[in-house]
């Protein structure tokens, strides 16, 4: 099979077929879970304290379950090789569905936190091999229709977790809600041998990057702990370390022989570096979203239901922008579009702060949802387009997957450190939240941006080194 995405157009029907919807649905459910659950909780939260105590505990549901992901997708290249499609995602499945399933019938805190931590990592690994899989499932020429299906997961995800946790927490019963999602993972797991690929298992045991796992596992904590930390200092300093860490995690990475990424990334010229790095900065804007609903009911009067809907407005073009954008095939286009989400996203985001005022009526709130959707827009309009790119950069098989695997742990990781940095600009407001959400989405809105540079030199050294790199050297 051809390791560059085809010139023949891709058709959605082609994709939801016979052939491939088995296979779709499995990849796209095993990401979607994944994503619900990082806010599901969040709504559950409160009736599931009234019940079992721990309130100190609260906000570690999160904390835990976000770093679960981040090292489970870290893994995934590992439990591929030793396990083979089929077998690494029963094995993801399997952890989610107990996972969820301990979450349902935790009789303390400590229990639901402990069964979180399972929860992520199954879901983690799903969203790894979701990107990873993708390879041997589909045909290359389907690879942008399938890389846009999954990352639309995600934006779905931020939308049915607050709404399904809102619903059964209104209904003050919390421990559905996660029998609801262990039946899901129960039936994504028994299509999976019917549907994939058995892949190739490797002859020897894959050694473990133990350095790598430990640093990028201390930085996803310690950006974790930030978000919930009181202070600004306190904040500010948590978010030092993590980026320290960071810092140290890429100086093993470029000299060990044992790497999370594929060695492509930090070869001179390689343009996977700056894939990743822009994929990073289109997922750091979707920490928005934690702090929209607030905006929403203290700036403009919205019902709490209400406001959480709004808030889901950039979700919602992130995810059906991806539906036209993955029919792009061109390649100048691909690379404008590259460009042009990151620039979107950030417009969005500034225009939104622009919009605010102290006491927002009715009709200007209603304004919010269309700037927020094309917010989202822009994330729908690039994140396919380098998902692939990050899929294609080698043909070496193994190296491929290692590639494809660790947009799900950038993803997620870059949504941690958003929600921590957000969590820091919130701070700066002091009392006023006015100035509060101005100082959010201003400050994201810039840090986003930078991901057009990103992509421009992702565009740049792909045309420059394209030989190169495709060979895999």
């Not at 029907?13 to 990849?27: D, H, N, P, Q, T």
């Given at each position: 099979?051809?390791?560059?995405?085809?010139?023949?157009?891709?058709?959605?029907?082609?994709?939801?077929?016979?052939?491939?919807?088995?296979?779709?649905?499995?990849?796209?459910?095993?990401?979607?879970?994944?994503?619900?659950?990082?806010?599901?909780?969040?709504?559950?939260?409160?009736?599931?304290?009234?019940?079992?105590?721990?309130?100190?505990?609260?906000?570690?549901?999160?904390?835990?379950?976000?770093?679960?992901?981040?090292?489970?997708?870290?893994?995934?290249?590992?439990?591929?090789?030793?396990?083979?499609?089929?077998?690494?995602?029963?094995?993801?499945?399997?952890?989610?569905?107990?996972?969820?399933?301990?979450?349902?019938?935790?009789?303390?805190?400590?229990?639901?936190?402990?069964?979180?931590?399972?929860?992520?990592?199954?879901?983690?690994?799903?969203?790894?091999?979701?990107?990873?899989?993708?390879?041997?499932?589909?045909?290359?020429?389907?690879?942008?229709?399938?890389?846009?299906?999954?990352?639309?997961?995600?934006?779905?995800?931020?939308?049915?977790?607050?709404?399904?946790?809102?619903?059964f927490a209104q209904a003050g019963s919390w421990r559905p809600a996660f029998v609801v999602m262990a039946v899901i993972g129960a039936g994504c797991g028994?299509?999976?041998?019917?549907?994939?690929?058995?892949?190739?298992?490797?002859?020897?045991?894959?050694?473990?990057?133990?350095?790598?796992?430990?640093?990028?596992?201390?930085?996803?904590?310690?950006?974790?702990?930030?978000?919930?930390?009181?202070?600004?200092?306190?904040?500010?300093?948590?978010?030092?370390?993590?980026?320290?860490?960071?810092?140290?995690?890429?100086?093993?990475?470029?000299?060990?022989?044992?790497?999370?990424?594929?060695?492509?990334?930090?070869?001179?010229?390689?343009?996977?570096?700056?894939?990743?790095?822009?994929?990073?900065?289109?997922?750091?804007?979707?920490?928005?979203?934690?702090?929209?609903?607030?905006?929403?009911?203290?700036?403009?009067?919205?019902?709490?239901?209400?406001?959480?809907?709004?808030?889901?407005?950039?979700?919602?073009?992130?995810?059906?922008?991806?539906?036209?954008?993955?029919?792009?095939?061109?390649?100048?286009?691909?690379?404008?579009?590259?460009?042009?989400?990151?620039?979107?996203?950030?417009?969005?985001?500034?225009?939104?702060?622009?919009?605010?005022?102290?006491?927002?009526?009715?009709?200007?709130?209603?304004?919010?949802?269309?700037?927020?959707?094309?917010?989202?827009?822009?994330?729908?309009?690039?994140?396919?387009?380098?998902?692939?790119?990050?899929?294609?950069?080698?043909?070496?098989?193994?190296?491929?997957?290692?590639?494809?695997?660790?947009?799900?742990?950038?993803?997620?990781?870059?949504?941690?450190?958003?929600?921590?940095?957000?969590?820091?600009?919130?701070?700066?407001?002091?009392?006023?939240?006015?100035?509060?959400?101005?100082?959010?989405?201003?400050?994201?809105?810039?840090?986003?941006?930078?991901?057009?540079?990103?992509?421009?030199?992702?565009?740049?050294?792909?045309?420059?080194?394209?030989?190169?790199?495709?060979?895999?050297?």
């Amino acid at each position: 099979m051809s390791l560059t995405p085809s010139s023949a157009p891709p058709v959605w029907r082609e994709l939801l077929g016979r052939e491939y919807l088995g296979a779709a649905i499995v990849l796209a459910g095993g990401v979607l879970v994944g994503a619900i659950n990082i806010y599901l909780a969040a709504s559950l939260l409160p009736t599931a304290v009234a019940d079992l105590g721990g309130a100190s505990f609260y906000a570690w549901n999160m904390t835990i379950y976000l770093v679960a992901m981040v090292i489970a997708t870290m893994l995934t290249g590992r439990f591929l090789s030793r396990w083979g499609n089929v077998g690494a995602y029963l094995l993801g499945f399997a952890m989610f569905t107990a996972g969820s399933m301990a979450c349902a019938l935790s009789p303390a805190m400590a229990v639901l936190l402990v069964s979180r931590g399972v929860q992520g990592l199954g879901a983690g690994l799903l969203s790894g091999l979701g990107f990873a899989v993708i390879r041997s499932a589909l045909p290359s020429r389907l690879w942008t229709r399938g890389t846009a299906l999954m990352s639309a997961m995600y934006g779905v995800g931020n939308f049915a977790g607050p709404a399904l946790g809102g619903l059964f927490a209104q209904a003050g019963s919390w421990r559905p809600a996660f029998v609801v999602m262990a039946v899901i993972g129960a039936g994504c797991g028994a299509l999976v041998p019917r549907v994939l690929p058995r892949g190739e298992r490797g002859a020897a045991r894959v050694p473990v990057p133990a350095l790598s796992l430990l640093l990028i596992t201390a930085a996803a904590g310690a950006v974790s702990v930030a978000g919930v930390m009181a202070g600004t200092l306190a904040k500010a300093l948590s978010v030092a370390a993590a980026l320290l860490l960071m810092a140290g995690f890429v100086v093993h990475e470029r000299r060990s022989g044992l790497r999370v990424f594929p060695r492509t990334t930090y070869r001179r010229g390689s343009p996977l570096k700056w894939v990743y790095l822009a994929l990073g900065l289109l997922a750091f804007g979707v920490a928005v979203e934690s702090f929209l609903p607030l905006f929403g009911q203290r700036l403009a009067g919205l019902p709490p239901l209400v406001a959480g809907f709004f808030a889901a407005a950039i979700s919602l073009g992130w995810s059906v922008t991806q539906i036209g954008s993955s029919s792009v095939t061109g390649h100048r286009a691909v690379r404008r579009l590259r460009v042009l989400g990151p620039v979107l996203l950030a417009a969005g985001l500034l225009v939104q702060g622009l919009l605010l005022r102290g006491d927002t009526p009715l009709w200007l709130a209603a304004v919010w949802v269309p700037v927020l959707f094309a917010a989202g827009a822009g994330i729908g309009l690039a994140y396919p387009h380098l998902s692939v790119a990050a899929m294609s950069s080698t043909q070496d098989p193994e190296e491929g997957g290692r590639a494809a695997a660790a947009i799900a742990t950038v993803t997620s990781l870059s949504i941690a450190f958003g929600t921590a940095v957000a969590g820091v600009l919130l701070n700066l407001g002091g009392g006023s939240m006015l100035d509060a959400a101005r100082y959010v989405l201003f400050g994201l809105a810039i840090i986003c941006a930078l991901g057009a540079l990103t992509a421009q030199a992702a565009n740049r050294t792909s045309r420059d080194d394209q030989a190169a790199i495709h060979s895999g050297t």
